[in-house]
């Protein structure tokens, strides 16, 4: 049987892990698909890893784009365009030792909103590097109110409640590697209900046309035979 490509694309997802340099980015990645914590990583190089994974017991093919940071304004801001463009998902991070890297959160979810032109797009938030106590300068309480500013301000523009996610997790991408899959989970989750939703869409509107096409018919037929 030929898999359609709405089917298809059901079992694959790209996600996007978008972020202020040094927050941890290639570090969840390396967690996230080797469980293992390496440390240092090469910095300012944008990689693409490939992983097949199962979550609720269903396999799924990820492409994980591993960003650099890139402002949103400015040169670079093409360049992360396209980036939000080519995902299904994105994993926003922060380090909780760096407000400046909590204050971009916005800024991203905000562009993420522009450049895909919807509201509701499947983002999850992680705040990085919580074993790190001594330098914290971001609270828990200051990540959740962010978090549910976002789901709110969507949910004001959309009217949708049901729509609006911006999921959570504050972790240590060093010290817990099932933080990390819970937090990478919840976004594959998201986007499956995403394509799910667009399908049900397509399906829908399929029908209607089909309804079309059949009154229409019946009325040519019926102008037919009352000449
Ligand atoms: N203590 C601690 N250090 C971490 C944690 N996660 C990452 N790091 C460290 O933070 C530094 C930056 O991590 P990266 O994964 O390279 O960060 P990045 O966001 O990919 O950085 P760029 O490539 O510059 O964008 C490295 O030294 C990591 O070892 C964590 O949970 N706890």
């Known amino acids: 049987m030929i898999m359609s490509e709405s089917v298809r694309k059901m079992l694959r997802a790209k996600l996007v892990v978008l972020g202020r340099d040094n927050c941890g980015k290639t570090a969840l990645c390396v967690r996230f698909i080797t469980r293992r914590f390496i440390g240092e ?33 400015g040169p670079a801001a093409s360049s992360l365009e396209s980036s939000i463009k080519w995902g299904d998902g994105f994993l926003i ?8 890297s909590f204050e971009a959160v916005s800024r991203l979810k905000r562009l993420i909103d522009h450049v895909k032109e919807t509201l509701g797009i499947p983002a999850v ?17 200051e990540g959740q109110a962010l978090a549910s500013d976002l789901r709110r ?53 399929s029908r209607m046309l089909q309804m079309r096409h059949a009154l229409k018919n019946k009325l040519t037929r019926s102008k037919t035979m009352q000449w």
């Not at 938030?125 to 609270?139: H, L, Q, S, T, W």
């Not at 240590?172 to 998201?190: F, I, N, P, T, W």
């Open 41 to 73: 990583y090469e910095h300012k190089r944008e990689v693409t890893y490939r992983c097949q994974k199962i979550v609720d017991k269903e396999a799924i093919e990820l492409e994980i784009l591993d960003t650099v940071n890139k402002e949103c304004v």
């Open 93 to 100: 991070m922060y380090s909780v030792t760096d407000r400046s």
């Open 153 to 205: 301000c969507c949910v004001l523009k959309s009217g949708f409640d049901w729509w609006c996610r911006c999921s959570f997790f504050e972790l240590s991408v060093a010290e817990d590697s099932s933080a990390v899959e819970a937090a990478c989970a919840q976004l594959v989750r998201e986007v499956r209900q995403e394509f799910q939703r667009h399908l049900l869409a397509m399906d829908k509107r």
């Open 125 to 141: 938030i992680v705040a990085n590097k919580c074993d790190m106590e001594n330098g914290r300068v971001v609270r828990t309480d």
